[in-house]
C-alpha cells in the first residue's frame, strides 16, 4: 500500500472492491465511456469482479501492475501500468466524478513514476488520452509528459469505431520526486 | 550475390515451417551484424537450432492468433521475414527484415503490400503500425514508399542488443487508406 496523503492510498486490488468500484463506474457511466469502451459491458458487479480477478492473474505474470484509488476510505478509481516492452510501459487510469478536479490523480500518477522508473526500473513511460480527453491530458501535461505526437484512429469507441490517441511520454531522466 | 540476382525471379510470401531455419539462421549469420543493430533478438540466435526453436515458438502464437509471420522468398530462397504482432483494439505492428545482398530492389515494399491486403482484408484490422528507429532510414524508406504517416517520435522508445535506446517513428497506414 502507498499512502499519498491523509485520505488517498493506492492499494493491490481485492475481488471485495467490486461493489465500490463498480458503484463509481455506474453513477458516472455516460462520461467514462467516452474514453473507457469498457465500461459498456461492465454491467453488474460480477463483471467488475471478473475484470479483477484478470487483473490478479495478470499481475502474478509480470504482465501488469495495477493498483486500486482508495480515497476517504473507499475504492475510487484504478491506476495501472501495461504494456511492457523494452523498458518501457503504458499507464492508463480513471478516477470517480466526485474526486475528479482536485488534483488526486496527479498525486497518483507521480507515484506511479516512482513505482515504474525506482521499483520496475523502468526507462520510458507512455501515457496515451483521447484529444478530447481534457482531464486526462492536464494530468499528463501537469506531470511533466512530453507530447510525442498523434495516433490516428488508435482508441476504440464502445459504438464502434475509433479515435485518436495523443502520445506522452516521460524518461526516467526527466522524473524528479 | 547481388549481381547474379535474375530480377525476373518473383518474390513471394509463405507460411514458416520448421523446415526453413537451415536457410534462415544462414541468412541471419550472414547478416548478423546489420540485422543485431535494428533486431535485438539476433544475438540469441547462434544456431539452426535457435532458429528453429523460434520458428515453433512462432507458430504456437500464430496458431493462438497471436501473431503473423511470413517467409519472403525470391525464386527458391529465402531472403527474410515479415510479421504482424502486438495485436490490440483493431491494429497491429509490421516488423520485417531482409538480408543485405537482396534490400534495394523493391522486395520489402512488394511484401508489405501484401501483408497489408493480409491485415486489411483477411484479418479485418483497421491499422498497422511500424516503430522504427529514426536512424534506420532504409527500414523508413519502405514505410514512406507504402504511403505509411508519420503519426509520433518516441524518445528513447526501442532497446538495442548494446542496452542502449533508440529514438522511434510510429508510421500508420488506416484501412481506408489501403488502395
Not at chain 1, 505526437?149 to 526527466?174: F, T
Request: charged share 20%; with cysteine; hydrophobic share 45%.
Amino acid at each position: 500500500m502507498h499512502t499519498l496523503a491523509d485520505n488517498i492510498q493506492l492499494k493491490a486490488p481485492q475481488l471485495t472492491d467490486a461493489p465500490a468500484l463498480f458503484a463509481c463506474i455506474a453513477a458516472d457511466r455516460d462520461y467514462l465511456v467516452q474514453w473507457l469502451p469498457w465500461v459498456a459491458t461492465t454491467r453488474a458487479v460480477a463483471d467488475e469482479a471478473a475484470f479483477l480477478r484478470y487483473c490478479q492473474t495478470r499481475i502474478a505474470a509480470h504482465q501488469l501492475w495495477l493498483a486500486v484509488i482508495w480515497v476517504a476510505g473507499q475504492p475510487a478509481g484504478m491506476i495501472d501500468l501495461h504494456e511492457f516492452q523494452d523498458d518501457h510501459a503504458a499507464v492508463g487510469y480513471w478516477l470517480s466524478r466526485e474526486h475528479r478536479g482536485q488534483g488526486i490523480m496527479t498525486r497518483c500518477l507521480a507515484t506511479v513514476e516512482v513505482i515504474g522508473f525506482h521499483d520496475l526500473g523502468l526507462h520510458e513511460i507512455d501515457l496515451l488520452a483521447d484529444p478530447a480527453n481534457h482531464a486526462s491530458r492536464a494530468v499528463a501535461e501537469r506531470r511533466g509528459f512530453q507530447r510525442a505526437g498523434v495516433l490516428r484512429e488508435h482508441l476504440p469507441l464502445a459504438q464502434g469505431g475509433y479515435h485518436d490517441a495523443v502520445i506522452y511520454s516521460k524518461l526516467s531522466q526527466e522524473f524528479t520526486d | 550475390m547481388k549481381s547474379r540476382l535474375l530480377t525476373t525471379l518473383t518474390t513471394h510470401l509463405m507460411t514458416p515451417v520448421v523446415g526453413d531455419a537451415a536457410a534462415l539462421f544462414a541468412l541471419i549469420d550472414q547478416n548478423r551484424d546489420e540485422l543485431a543493430r535494428w533486431m535485438p533478438r539476433t544475438a540469441s540466435i547462434q544456431s539452426v537450432e535457435d532458429e528453429a526453436a523460434f520458428l515453433l515458438h512462432t507458430l504456437d502464437r500464430i496458431a493462438a492468433n497471436q501473431f503473423w509471420l511470413a517467409v519472403i522468398w525470391v525464386g527458391a530462397t529465402p531472403v527474410g521475414t515479415i510479421d504482424l504482432h502486438n495485436f490490440k483494439d483493431g491494429h497491429a505492428e509490421v516488423g520485417y527484415w531482409l538480408g543485405h545482398d537482396f534490400q534495394g530492389r523493391g522486395i520489402m515494399p512488394h511484401a508489405l503490400g501484401i501483408v497489408e491486403d493480409v491485415a486489411f482484408n483477411q484479418l479485418a484490422l483497421n491499422k498497422l503500425e511500424l516503430v522504427i528507429a529514426t536512424e534506420n532510414t532504409r527500414s523508413q524508406a519502405v514505410a514512406q514508399r507504402r504511403g505509411f504517416h508519420q503519426d509520433a517520435v518516441l524518445r528513447d522508445h526501442l532497446l538495442t542488443a548494446s542496452g542502449n535506446y533508440d529514438d522511434a517513428i510510429v508510421y500508420s497506414k488506416l484501412q481506408w487508406e489501403a488502395r
